[in-house]
C-alpha cells in the first residue's frame, strides 16, 4: 500500500509486476530480455559510480562514453569484481544511499567476522517482491487457497520475516512470524501455534524443518499426521532433491527450495510450479566463472554453465552490487525444449570454500549431501567426519534415522569407496545442534568435520551457537 503515496513508486510497482507477469507466461523474446539487462546493467554503472563512495573509486576509469560501448566479453574484461572482503572493508562506503533514505535496515549475521549492512530502500523491495509474488502465487495455488503461512526467521535483523510476510500478504494467505530460537517463542510454543493455527505452509530452513520434527517427535507427535502442513518453503541452506523428499516425507508435504538468495545480493533464483529454482534474468545478470582463475566459464555443449556464480543488480535501489563474486557453485542450465519460458535453471552446488578434497578427488557440498540421501530413507539428520588413516582420507557417517536401514549401510560403504577410494564408518546416533547452524555460518562448518585440518573460525562459530541451542 505505501506506493500509492508516491506516484513514482506506484508506477514503478506496476511496472514491475506487468513485466514479471508478461516474463513469467513467456512473453519476453530473448532479443527483448537482452536489451533489457544491458539497459539497466549500464544504469546501475552509472547510478553506483555517482553515489556510492566504493564505486567511485573502484570504476573511476569507466567513462560514460566506456559504458555505452560495453559488450559481454568488454564488461568482463574491463569492470572488476565485487568480492566478499570488500563488502566487509567498504560497508556503509558500498551503499548507493544513506540508510536514511532506506525503509528498513538489515546486516548479514556477522558470525566469523563484522557484519555487512544491507538496507533497502523500496525500490529493492518492489522489484523483488513482485517476482517472489508472481512465481508463487501457482506454486501456492497447488495447495489450495485457504492458506495460514508460518515464517520462521533466523533474527530480527535478517530480511525473511518482512520478505516472506510481504510475498504472502500479496498473495493474499494469513502470517505469523516466530523465531523458536528466540527465548521468548520457543520450539513448544512454536509447535502449538502451528497446530493450533492448523498451518498450512511453513517458510524456514531445512535444519529448522529437522530440528521441529525432531521437537514434535519428543512431545509426542508424528510430523506427518498431527499436523496439517501443506508444503514446506526452504531457505537459507544448501537443498538437494533428496533433501527435500526426505524432509516432504517426513512432514507429510510438498517440499521446495522456495529460494536462492543472500542477504547482501538479495534474490537470485526463484522456485517454480514445476520445483525447480530459475534465475530473476530481469533483475539480475549472471555470470558464471572459474572460481580458481576468474575467467568466465564456457558453455558446454548442452549450454550448461558450472562454476562460480558473478551477479550484476539490474535495479537501483540502496546497494546495488556490480559483478559481485558470490562465493557459491552454481550450474545454469537452458530452457528444457517445448518450454518457452526464457529463463535458465539454477542449481546451487554449495560454496567454493566449501569444496573438499578426498583422496585427491575435488567434492562439492552438493555432491557429499546427495552422496548420503540419495542412499539413505527416512534420514532425519545426519554429520560427517573426515580423518585420514595410514595416509588415506576416511569417512564416518554419523545419521539419525527413523528405522534401523543395514542396507544404507552398506550402500554408502560401497559408494563412498568406488567414488573416493574412501573407507566409511556408518554409526546411527543423536545428532545436536551443531546441524542446525548450517544458515547463521555455513553448510560445512554445520554438517562437516574435518578432523585434517585446525578448527577454522566458522567451525568455532557453529560449536558455539550449537551449544547455546543444545543447553536450551
Known amino acids: 500500500m505505501f506506493t500509492i503515496f508516491d506516484d513514482e513508486l506506484d508506477a514503478l510497482a506496476r511496472r514491475s509486476v506487468a513485466q514479471q507477469r508478461e516474463f513469467h507466461d513467456g512473453r519476453w523474446s530473448g532479443e527483448r530480455l537482452a536489451a533489457h539487462q544491458w539497459r539497466g546493467l549500464r544504469e546501475t554503472l552509472r547510478y553506483t559510480r555517482s553515489r556510492s563512495p566504493f564505486y567511485a ?31 566487509r572493508d567498504g560497508r556503509y562506503d558500498l551503499l548507493s544511499k544513506p540508510v536514511s533514505e532506506s525503509w528498513v535496515f538489515y546486516e548479514t549475521t556477522g558470525t566469523t567476522g563484522p557484519a555487512t549492512p544491507c538496507p533497502r530502500d523500496n525500490t529493492d523491495s518492489v522489484v523483488n517482491n513482485a517476482a517472489l509474488t508472481v512465481a508463487y502465487r501457482e506454486v501456492f495455488a497447488q495447495h489450495g487457497d485457504d492458506h495460514v503461512v508460518a515464517v520462521l526467521g533466523p533474527t530480527e535483523l535478517h530480511s525473511t520475516g518482512d520478505t516472506f510476510g510481504d510475498v504472502c500478504r500479496n498473495l493474499g494467505h494469513a502470517v505469523v512470524k516466530m523465531w523458536p530460537h528466540s527465548p521468548v517463542v520457543g520450539f513448544e510454543r512454536a509447535l502449538q501455534m502451528l497446530r493450533e493455527l492448523r498451518v498450512t505452509a511453513v517458510f524456514c530452513t531445512p535444519g529448522m524443518a529437522m530440528t521441529l520434527a525432531k521437537e514434535a517427535r519428543e512431545a509426542g507427535l508424528d510430523p506427518a499426521t498431527d499436523f496439517d502442513l501443506r508444503l514446506l518453503m526452504f531457505v537459507g541452506e544448501l537443498v538437494t532433491p533428496q533433501l527435500l523428499e526426505n524432509l516432504g516425507n517426513l512432514w507429510g508435504a510438498r517440499a521446495y527450495s522456495c529460494m536462492y538468495a543472500s542477504q547482501e545480493a538479495s534474490i537470485l533464483g526463484l522456485a517454480h510450479v514445476d520445483g525447480r529454482l530459475r534465475t530473476v534474468p530481469q533483475n539480475v545478470y549472471y555470470e558464471v566463472v572459474d572460481p580458481d582463475s576468474g575467467q568466465p566459464v564456457a558453455p558446454d555443449a548442452r549450454r550448461v554453465r558450472e562454476g562460480e556464480l558473478v551477479v550484476t543488480h539490474l535495479y537501483q535501489g540502496a546497494k546495488p552490487l556490480v559483478r559481485y563474486r558470490t562465493g557459491d557453485l552454481v550450474r545454469l542450465e537452458p530452457t528444457g525444449p517445448g518450454e518457452s519460458y526464457p529463463s535458465e535453471v539454477l542449481t546451487p552446488m554449495g560454496r567454493v570454500r566449501d569444496r573438499i578434497d578426498l583422496n585427491g578427488r575435488t567434492v562439492t557440498a552438493y555432491e557429499l549431501e546427495d552422496f548420503v540421501l540419495s542412499r539413505v530413507r527416512g534420514c532425519r539428520d545426519y554429520h560427517i567426519t573426515i580423518g585420514r588413516e595410514s595416509g588415506v582420507d576416511v569417512l564416518t557417517v554419523d545419521l539419525e534415522l527413523a528405522a534401523p536401514d543395514e542396507e ?21 546416533a543423536r545428532i545436536g545442534a551443531i546441524t542446525t547452524t548450517g544458515a547463521m555460518v555455513s553448510w560445512k562448518a554445520a554438517r562437516v568435520q574435518d578432523l585434517r585440518t585446525a578448527v577454522d573460525a566458522e567451525r568455532e562459530a557453529a560449536l558455539a551457537i550449537a551449544r547455546k541451542r543444545d543447553a536450551r
Do not use: M, N
Open 57 to 87: 573509486e573502484r570504476l573511476a576509469d569507466l567513462t560514460g562514453p566506456g559504458i555505452d560501448g560495453l559488450d559481454a566479453a568488454e564488461y568482463a574484461r574491463t569492470v572488476p569484481f565485487t568480492t566478499k572482503q570488500d563488502l
Open 408 to 428: 544404507a549401510g552398506a550402500a554408502l560403504v560401497a559408494s563412498a569407496a568406488d567414488a573416493w577410494g574412501c573407507p566409511l564408518t556408518v554409526r546411527t
